[in-house]
């Protein structure tokens, strides 16, 4: 019997998501060239909180994931309370704007905006 290696943890940006990125990156005049920075710092109603910016590139410790044709790049830091995290983008009843899955995540408030773990 073989076994599959496990993937390793990763950030992953949803097709959606990564459609709605680049709208907002030519809103804001960045549609050649851009990063999504995904990171946390501290804040919230629940300890952390989520933060997400286009950005000119990368820092020089960020890790940088591409997918969808997005570059998303995330500090190290911010990366150990990300590893594993999904980025969607909803536009249901509920709301509109991009959403964190996070399995690392042990409560999140009701808005979805902050977490703790």
């Not at 591409?66 to 980025?87: I, M, N, P, W, Y």
């Not at 991009?98 to 703790?116: D, I, L, T, Y």
């Amino acid at each position: 019997m073989t076994t599959k290696p496990a993937e390793p943890l990763t950030v992953t940006i949803t097709e959606k998501a990564a459609d709605k990125a680049k709208h907002f990156a030519q809103k804001e005049g960045k549609a050649e060239a851009f990063v999504l920075r995904v990171a946390v710092k501290g804040g919230g109603c629940s300890g952390l909180q989520y933060v997400l910016e286009v950005v000119d590139g990368p820092g020089p410790n960020d890790k940088v994931i591409e997918q969808h044709g997005v570059k998303l790049c995330v500090d190290k830091r911010s990366f150990v309370f990300l590893a594993g995290t999904v980025l969607d983008f909803s536009d249901g009843l509920n709301g509109k704007g991009f959403v964190f899955q996070n399995p690392n995540a042990k409560s999140v408030c009701g808005c979805g905006n902050s977490f703790s773990v």
